[in-house]
């Protein structure tokens, strides 16, 4: 039977089908969101459904699961017994609302990219595969990555390579990208990198336009800024005792998931100067991952994927 044709329309199975895709950390993710049966759980990053189906064979009988996704693909190829939704998690709390989906035990953030994204040249994430340079998570929203690399100024560039991909070599690279402008395609960019990069300066293990890539990304889809949005809304849905759990692959998003921890775990958050408390703020969560959990060794050789996921959780405190 098929499924209906709009994105937004919740779709139900009697069973799981089978999926290839391999998610990442999914024991400790599994151990620190805590889905029971019977509870109404929240997985604001669908991609290719991984973890959905790991929180789905858990919460039976009774248990409901909404699952989000900015990539309209991966809502479409999802046939899962869940409430699907298309949209931006930065706006998780408003999808929530819309879905029913109030005062939930969990809710799960796995950042960055799918491999179904990544290995999809049409989508221009990746280097390895010719396509146009798109990179948008959501098709339909108009920023892309060829409008950033042919239109921000040199100085701009390089400053968005520097930030997002931390790229020692952000200046040289900004101008070689602006002296071959205009780049239609990923081999284009990937070409004009190469040819920045001093060959004796190449990394070993990664791809020199590895960066370069992820930085444009990150910037075409605001991720940083999902994200922040996103941790506020989560609060704004869970449940005394919920389970919030965030999967980072950056350096960057790992350190505001930390900083927001932190912050939300603390009665008051003025500076430390100020002898006397006047914020008013109560701690809304309390931290279960004091550093962050690596993927193991046996992990990383069976999926390479996860090695440099960082997992942080945290309960959310009654208010």
């Known amino acids: 039977m098929p499924w209906p044709s709009s994105t937004n329309a919740p779709r139900r199975s009697s069973d799981l089908p089978s999926s290839r895709h391999v998610p990442v950390l999914s024991q400790a993710t599994i151990e620190f969101l805590e889905p029971r049966p019977g509870g109404r759980y929240v997985d604001a990053t669908l991609g290719g459904g991984g973890h959905a ?156 336009a590895t960066r370069t890539f992820q930085a444009i990304r990150m910037r075409v889809n605001d991720e940083l800024g999902s994200l922040q949005a996103g941790l506020e809304g989560a609060l704004q849905i869970l449940a005394p005792g919920g389970r919030l759990v965030v999967i980072s692959f950056h350096s960057l998003e790992d350190g505001l998931v930390k900083r927001f921890f932190e912050r939300e775990s603390r009665d008051c958050i003025c500076p430390p100067e100020q002898p006397a408390c006047t914020c008013g703020h109560r701690a809304r969560l309390r931290v279960l991952t004091r550093r962050p959990l690596r993927a193991s060794p046996a992990e990383v050789a069976r999926n390479p994927r996860s090695r440099s996921a960082r997992l942080r959780a945290a309960e959310y405190l009654a208010a």
Do not use: C, K
């Open 53 to 208: 189906r790991l929180i789905l064979e858990r919460i039976q009988p009774g248990g409901r699961l909404l699952a989000i996704d900015r990539d309209p693909a991966a809502v479409a190829a999802a046939q899962l017994p869940a409430e699907l939704r298309q949209g931006d998690f930065r706006e998780v709390a408003e999808i929530a609302a819309q879905a029913g989906f109030t005062a939930v035990q969990g809710i799960l953030f796995d950042l960055g990219l799918s491999s179904l994204q990544l290995d999809d040249p049409s989508r221009g994430f990746s280097f390895r595969h010719p396509g146009p340079l798109d990179m948008r998570f959501d098709p339909g929203q108009a920023l892309t990555a060829e409008q950033l690399v042919n239109r921000l100024p040199e100085a701009e560039l390089a400053r968005l390579l520097r930030t997002y991909g931390q790229e020692r070599w952000a200046t040289r690279i900004a101008a070689f990208l602006v002296r071959r402008r205009p780049l239609r395609s990923t081999a284009d960019l990937a070409a004009a990198v190469e040819a920045a990069v001093p060959r004796r300066a190449w990394p070993r293990d990664i791809h020199p």
